[in-house]
């Protein structure tokens, strides 16, 4: 039911949004109630990227004690223009009435600006949860799968247990996509603390009882302790930072590796590692936007050593390859052989 507080949008909200929807004007409004209807507090204007000036320009408005609603734009759009988040902040200590009638009024806010025009929408009660890391964990929560249900669970374990066997030549194969396993928030925090070079090295498990990728290890790791990080029992998922010279320039590469110990590891841990891999590296490279240089499967850490990560990170170039040598032919085998007889005398 619209306008169940019986505020309303001010001329001046109306302009605002309707400037926002057809074009690039604006990159944030801020929208509060004032007295009995919304009326647009703050306005600001694109300069860089949506996520390079997020933080700087969404923070400042969010009052201590002050519910608001703030309107951001992305970069992205849809076939009805650039795509919006929207931000309902409520902090904890505002008063009840405030909040109530902020939380009563959030659907027409929404209804007058379109809903069309907005991508997501985030509840946040401390500011924490405002900030782009906040929107980006919001996103890695939201592509997480819903818990299954028993059937969809035993129907999970058949598809990951078949193997199709009738193969002809036309025949389409379909490959296993994967489980989306969520990411545990702890998971999450020291993949960030990687992508931003706090810490070099962060190891992931899968925890099969409660069907969630949590953190194991992010001790600092040079090349040579990369051995001894390696379970001899049990699979992991490693990300390392390489830091290493290649042809005068220091570099600091993302070297992913999945470790899997053969035969130690029962078939339910290497199927479920095998299926939660892909979509733990789609996430890693799309939503915490971390570039992978090299993924490697190994089933034992000796393999680790610095030439082994040179080289894979670094592929030798194709040898020049040999001319081929023509063979010499025989040797003589015997004198000349007179092929036509002597012509005979007169």
Not at 97 to 104: C, E, G, I, T, V
Not at 214 to 238: F, Q
Not at 268 to 286: A, F, G, T
Request: hydrophobic share 35%; glycine share 6%; charged share 30%.
């Amino acid at each position: 039911m619209s306008h169940q507080t019986g505020i309303q949008a001010g001329n001046d909200v109306k302009d605002a949004f309707a400037s926002a929807r057809s074009g690039d004007q604006y990159r944030v409004l801020k929208i509060v109630i004032d007295g009995e209807q919304l009326t647009m507090d703050t306005t600001r204007k694109a300069s860089k990227k949506w996520d390079a000036e997020y933080d700087s320009l969404v923070l400042p408005l969010l009052q201590d004690d002050v519910p608001c609603y703030v309107l951001y734009r992305l970069d992205s759009s849809n076939n009805q223009g650039y795509e919006w988040i929207f931000l309902a902040w409520s902090p904890d200590v505002s008063a009840v009435r405030h909040k109530m009638l902020y939380a009563a009024t959030r659907a027409t806010v929404k209804k007058e600006f379109g809903g069309g025009h907005i991508k997501d929408e985030i509840f946040g009660t401390s500011k924490d949860e405002m900030t782009l890391v906040g929107y980006r964990k919001y996103l890695t929560s939201q592509a997480a799968p819903l818990p299954f249900t028993a059937a969809e669970e035993e129907l999970r374990k058949m598809k990951l247990s078949e193997v199709q066997t009738d193969i002809s030549v036309d025949t389409k194969q379909q490959t296993l996509q994967g489980v989306a396993f969520p990411v545990h928030k702890d998971a999450i925090a020291a993949l960030e603390r990687f992508r931003d070079k706090r810490i070099n090295y962060v190891q992931l498990e899968v925890d099969s009882q409660q069907e969630l990728i949590r953190l194991c290890n992010t001790e600092p790791t040079e090349v040579k302790d990369l051995p001894m990080r390696i379970p001899k029992e049990s699979a992991r998922y490693h990300f390392f930072l390489y830091k290493h010279s290649h042809e005068g320039d220091y570099l600091q590469s993302t070297v992913f590796i999945y470790s899997m110990p053969g035969y130690n590891c029962s078939i339910r841990e290497r199927m479920l590692y095998s299926s939660c891999k892909n979509p733990l590296v789609d996430m890693v490279e799309n939503t915490l936007q971390i570039e992978i240089e090299k993924k490697l499967e190994i089933d034992n850490g000796d393999e680790l050593t610095g030439d082994f990560l040179y080289d894979e990170v670094h592929p030798k170039q194709h040898a020049h390859k040999q001319a081929f040598a023509k063979p010499k032919g025989p040797g003589k085998r015997g004198g000349r052989r007179i092929t036509q007889p002597p012509a005979e005398e007169d």
